[in-house]
């Protein structure tokens, strides 16, 4: 009784999107967004877009919670190449898509890109998905154990060292983030800090803190992404780089002199 109550809200996706969602969870979610509406004495967004989301859902449970926006602060991950697994082509332009293997993620849209790769000039590309099996994804989960075109140029990648996923992201000419919803996108703004680039689906969240950085495609029409990984690809690793000096993210500095008032 009397306490401060902070809740930092990283995102409302299991309200906005619960075709996504494992069973059980969205109601569990909202069960805890509605006691935060209740008793939150101050709500830290991630970004400006999740905020507009909070207070849309808190503004139907009766209470929106005063607030700050404070982005997340973006580390440069130190690669280590001796965790990377072995079995990699290392003689074919490769590209990397960081993240749970759910619906939410999109990556239905690469395995539709892919096949249009395998039909155009030049070699195929691999693509590394770099993350564990996750839920309600089964047709896509079908669609890539049952291609052996596929199984040639796709390979995935479960539980990998951050050194080893930095070493492949480094490693790639771009990374690849097709996603239906994000409530921040740490890992292309990871793969920007490396010099990596980032094709992103156009999420307003990306725009909102990433800017100009990411290359924008839209996330349902494959063959254009295709068409890009193409070029990228053929123009190869070196002409692709992203020079370090201008990628400016968000620091944890800014983040808690924000949070914590700190001047």
């Known amino acids: 009784q009397g306490a401060e109550i902070t809740v930092l809200i990283h995102d409302m996706i299991p309200l906005d999107h619960p075709e996504f969602q494992r069973e ?11 006691r935060v509406s209740q008793s939150a004495t101050r709500v830290i967004y991630n970004s400006h877009h999740s905020r507009e989301r909070g207070a849309h859902w808190f503004g139907l449970f009766g209470r929106v919670p005063p607030c700050e926006v ?49 039909k155009m000039e030049g070699q195929t590309p691999t693509l590394l ?22 199984a040639s140029d796709i390979f995935e990648l479960g539980g990998l060292s951050d050194g080893a996923v930095a070493a492949l992201t480094e490693r790639a000419i771009a990374a690849l983030f097709p996603s239906h919803a994000e409530g921040y996108g740490l890992p292309p703004a990871e793969a920007l800090a490396l010099g990596t680039p980032a094709l992103v689906n156009t999420l307003p969240v990306y725009r909102e803190f990433l800017g100009d950085l990411p290359v924008y495609l839209d996330g349902a029409d494959s063959y254009q992404w295709a068409k890009t990984i193409h070029e990228m690809a053929t123009k190869g690793w070196a002409e692709t780089r992203i020079p370090r000096e201008d990628v400016q993210l968000p620091t944890w500095d800014a983040h808690f002199n924000k949070v914590l008032k700190v001047t």
């Open 129 to 150: 998905l770099i993350g564990s099996r996750g839920w309600r994804n089964e047709a896509f989960l079908s669609r890539l154990d049952g291609s052996p075109q596929l």
């Open 24 to 34: 059980g969870r969205v109601e569990m979610f909202e069960a805890a967004m509605r």
């Open 70 to 118: 404070a982005h997340l602060g973006i580390d440069r991950l130190e690669p280590d190449t001796t965790e990377v697994p072995a079995g990699i082509p290392p003689d074919r332009p490769c590209f990397v898509a960081t993240g749970t293997l759910e619906g939410r993620k999109n990556h239905g849209l690469l395995l539709d890109a892919w096949t249009h790769l395998a």
